[in-house]
């Protein structure tokens, strides 16, 4: 079982082609939240794991795993509202947001006793690693299942505007790579964080993904191979959790060679990696080409 921790929430995006003003079309959403949609679909046994509100939103969400076969055991519910996310798409359909976050439930997420026995991975990132007091659960969360061996995965993806001081959350940030064994990240979150993506490739994980966007993906080992793939062309119709989308490709193709662990990742040769890399930039693909984060399914691949 592959377990994702972090937030859910619901998007606030633009209908084309309507106004001004733009009506605003709430869609499920969130990093995490679409990573275990995505890997649902792929076929995976999938676990959510974070705190869900028990409000008029935190119900579809919660319905919405349910019908995507994502398992609930680890969702947390609580009175708090339903963190939102304003999205605007700009040009080439690249997306931006305005989060509203105040004493949401997803930042209330608490420690989890133990995850399930057949855990093989956890996936996390985006907000929940940010906001507190959720974001120390998570880092807990983090540490604890890393240091007892199972697969670690970060994806980053950096909001600057829910992040007061970025010196803390930079060194923060650093402090987690050594419990990390893939780390996936984009060009915009390593410029960002100001770190040079080799030097994050040999500060613990096995290996770093960077998404290029229309350029493709590129894994950097701790060994010093770079290994890059295009990204599939289609017509974008927004980038509306591609990244989310390509987290879970790249988990589903590691499950499904019997790869999730760091030393399997390390060891990895450049013809493995560019099979994991290609269906990862398919399954991106297939997102952008659809509006919002709508993941493939297997059959689609």
Not at 26 to 53: K, Q
Not at 156 to 163: A, D, F, K, Q, S
Not at 178 to 188: A, I, N, Q, Y
Request: aromatic share 6%; glycine share 10%.
């Amino acid at each position: 079982m592959i377990v994702v921790a972090g937030e859910a929430l619901i998007d606030l995006v633009p209908q084309s082609g309507v106004g001004p003003p733009t009506p605003l079309l709430p869609a499920r959403g969130g990093g995490p939240y679409n990573t275990a949609i995505a890997l649902g679909r792929l076929g995976d046994r999938v676990a959510f794991c974070s705190r869900i509100s028990t409000d008029a939103f935190g119900e579809s969400l919660v319905e919405r795993l349910r019908e995507e076969g994502v398992a609930l055991q680890l969702v947390q519910r609580g009175p708090e509202p339903t963190t939102l996310a304003v999205a605007s798409i700009g040009a080439g359909g690249s997306a931006a947001y305005t989060f509203y976050v105040e004493g949401t439930a997803d930042r209330l997420f608490e420690l989890p006793p133990e995850l399930p026995p057949a855990t093989r991975a956890l996936s996390l990132g985006t907000c929940s690693l940010v906001l507190e007091p959720g974001a120390s659960a998570y880092e807990e969360l983090m540490r604890r299942e890393a240091g007892r061996g199972v697969f670690v995965t970060l994806d980053p993806n950096v909001r600057e505007g829910l992040i007061p001081d970025a010196d803390a959350y930079r060194a923060r940030f650093r402090s987690w790579l050594p419990h990390v064994s893939l780390l996936k990240l984009s060009e915009d979150d390593a410029e960002w964080l100001g770190f040079d993506v080799r030097e994050l490739a040999a500060a613990g994980p096995a290996a770093v993904v960077v998404t290029r966007g229309g350029d493709g993906l590129t894994a950097l080992t701790r060994g010093g191979d770079s290994i890059s793939v295009p990204a599939e062309r289609v017509e974008v119709v927004d980038t509306i959790g591609a990244g989310d989308t390509v987290n879970a490709a790249l988990l589903h193709a590691l499950a499904e060679r019997h790869l999730l662990s760091r030393d399997a990742v390390a060891s990895l040769a450049p013809g493995r990696w560019r099979e994991v890399l290609g269906l990862a930039a398919r399954a991106a693909a297939l997102t952008c080409a659809k509006a919002g984060a709508e993941p493939p399914y297997a059959g689609e691949m």
